[in-house]
């Protein structure tokens, strides 16, 4: 049975008053499936998807979902549909699930697929034992369908962060893990002359004892090895001996 979402105040924040600042270069921009009139604003909106969900300055290769971006492409797909598709992705489950508490996700997925911050810590809260009842899909399922998303954005426009004219983007102030794994993988990173490499080195060696087995001499046959029979001759090899030789 499901555990149902807990009751949080929703605070004031910046997103949820209108505004009256002139756009600038600070006004985050619009990218909408509607707009998109050839294959290179579609890529565009590709793009802009890539650096809201995955939140990634530079997106290597192997993290792009082909499969996701030849759909849209063809327009079979919504641009809705194709954010979930990246969230739900082993990619995204590795680089963001995989390496942050319940509390760091709900964060970070309020950031990037509703474009605003948690607004209380009990929100945080909230969110966080739905995670941990029903999955990481569900949870991505319920944002993106919640009616929050489908006034903000609908089912062609790219979430962005909304109203931002005082922070700094989140892609920014958010990284993809917090300090606490930060600190693991530094920790576990390899540092020259460190004296944890000795003992680990130390701990690593394997002794093995030598085993004494202790041999009976009852049965063994020693041969004689003395002589008997004597020269009749004597003699030496040093040269300058004094007895006379036969």
Same mark, same amino acid.
């Given at each position: 049975?499901?555990?149902?979402?807990?009751?949080?105040?929703?605070?004031?924040?910046?997103?949820?008053?209108?505004?009256?600042?002139?756009?600038?270069?600070?006004?985050?921009?619009?990218?909408?499936?509607?707009?998109?009139?050839?294959?290179?604003?579609?890529?565009?909106?590709?793009?802009?998807?890539?650096?809201?969900?995955?939140?990634?300055?530079? !997106?290597?290769? *192997?993290? +792009?979902?082909?499969?996701?971006?030849? /759909?849209?492409?063809?327009? =079979?797909?919504?641009?809705? %549909?194709?954010?979930?598709?990246?969230?739900?992705?082993?990619?995204?489950?590795?680089?963001?699930?995989?390496?942050?508490?319940?509390?760091?996700?709900?964060?970070?997925?309020?950031?990037?697929?509703?474009?605003?911050?948690?607004?209380?810590?009990?929100?945080? !809260?909230?969110? *966080?034992? +739905?995670?941990?009842?029903?999955?990481? /899909?569900?949870?991505?399922? =319920?944002?993106?369908?919640? %009616?929050?998303?489908?006034?903000?954005?609908?089912?062609?426009?790219?979430?962005?962060?909304?109203?931002?004219?005082?922070?700094?983007?989140?892609?920014?102030?958010?990284?993809?893990?917090?300090?606490?794994?930060?600190?693991?993988?530094?920790?576990?990173?390899?540092?020259?002359?460190?004296? +944890?490499?000795?003992?680990?080195?130390?701990?690593?060696?394997?002794? =093995?004892?030598?085993?004494?087995?202790?041999?009976?001499?009852?049965?063994?046959?020693?041969?004689?090895?003395?002589?008997?029979?004597?020269?009749?001759?004597?003699?030496?090899?040093?040269?300058?001996?004094?007895?006379?030789?036969?």
């Amino acid at each position: 049975m499901t555990i149902p979402l807990l009751a949080y105040p929703p605070s004031s924040q910046n997103q949820r008053v209108a505004g009256y600042e002139v756009p600038s270069d600070e006004t985050p921009r619009r990218y909408s499936l509607e707009d998109a009139t050839d294959q290179s604003t579609i890529n565009e909106l590709i793009w802009a998807a890539y650096r809201q969900v995955f939140s990634e300055h530079v !997106l290597l290769q *192997s993290s +792009r979902q082909l499969h996701l971006e030849s /759909q849209l492409s063809n327009r =079979t797909i919504s641009v809705r %549909d194709f954010i979930r598709g990246l969230a739900k992705s082993d990619v995204f489950r590795k680089l963001v699930v995989e390496t942050n508490s319940n509390y760091r996700i709900v964060e970070l997925a309020l950031k990037r697929l509703l474009g605003r911050a948690p607004y209380n810590k009990d929100e945080e !809260l909230a969110w *966080s034992i +739905r995670i941990a009842t029903d999955g990481w /899909q569900r949870f991505v399922d =319920t944002l993106i369908d919640s %009616d929050e998303y489908t006034q903000n954005f609908g089912d062609n426009t790219v979430p962005y962060q909304r109203r931002r004219y005082k922070d700094r983007p989140f892609n920014l102030v958010t990284p993809r893990y917090s300090d606490y794994w930060r600190d693991k993988l530094e920790s576990s990173r390899y540092k020259w002359g460190d004296i +944890r490499n000795f003992l680990d080195m130390a701990r690593s060696v394997t002794i =093995t004892p030598v085993q004494f087995r202790a041999v009976s001499t009852a049965n063994v046959s020693i041969p004689d090895t003395t002589r008997s029979d004597r020269p009749a001759v004597p003699a030496s090899i040093n040269p300058t001996a004094t007895f006379p030789l036969r």
